[in-house]
């Protein structure tokens, strides 16, 4: 099975609005990634946070790790039409895993 | 600076005929990857080279899958027989180096299995 998984597997907001999305993973990592895929389209990087860091900002875009939990968090503030896509966490560690993604949709 | 490339974008086929994808990583990249997503799942990779040795092939089905990254830059992934579950979008990574790197995506290739 993959190693991560996001929650929710859905989210609908509207525009200006705060997106948060979740990623719980299984073993020990080096790094986490999250990437987003607007549809038909390759995947961009968006941030990537190591594992002794906690928190890490990118314009509108902030991830949390919390390794005791094995988790990770994206929030992206001000939400636009164009931030419309799904997310996905991605971990390092001996292997590489993607999660399962979460699909999120901005009304304008 | 170019993207990664990837070819063809799309290709239907039908079950246990053969097909085989391309893919150029960013010049300069060591490492390279491929993963297939299949509609509604996150990328699974497939396998991953370093220079033109394999460092992960553990998830590929190596009874049907087969690639190869000759001198180190341009790979090539060939699926024969080809099945119908086979149906994905197959994608191509390249990074700079292998670990704690940000991976830069091709396009993919859209394969559909009739």
């Known amino acids: 099975s993959q190693q991560g998984e996001e929650d929710p597997q859905a989210l609908s907001i509207q525009e200006g609005e705060n997106a948060t999305m979740n990623c719980s993973y299984k073993t020990s990592i080096n790094n986490l990634q999250w990437y987003r895929q607007n549809s038909g389209r390759g995947l961009v990087h968006l941030i990537l946070?190591?594992?002794?860091?906690r928190e890490k900002h990118s314009g509108r875009l902030r991830v949390t790790l919390d390794t005791s939990k094995k988790s990770s968090s994206l929030l992206i503030t001000a939400s636009r039409a164009a931030d419309t896509a799904s997310y996905f966490c991605?971990?390092?560690?001996?292997?590489?895993?993607f999660g399962t993604g979460t699909s999120l949709t901005v009304i304008p | 600076e170019a993207g990664v490339a990837q070819s063809p974008r799309y290709k239907i086929i039908e079950k246990r005929q053969s097909v085989a994808f391309w893919c150029n990583p960013i010049?300069?990249?060591?490492?390279l990857y491929w993963y297939q997503q299949i509609l509604g799942q996150g990328p699974k990779l497939l396998i991953q080279f370093q220079n033109n040795g394999v460092v992960d092939d553990s998830q590929l089905p190596k009874d049907r899958f087969s690639a190869e990254r000759l001198k180190g830059v341009d790979s090539t992934l060939k699926i024969q027989p080809a099945k119908l579950e086979d149906s994905a979008v197959y994608l191509c990574a390249s990074s700079l180096r292998r670990e704690l790197e940000t991976q830069y995506f091709g396009p993919g290739t859209r394969l559909l299995v009739l």
């Open positions: 010049s300069g990249h060591a490492t």
């Open positions: 946070i190591r594992s002794n860091e």
């Open positions: 991605a971990t390092s560690g001996n292997q590489f895993y």
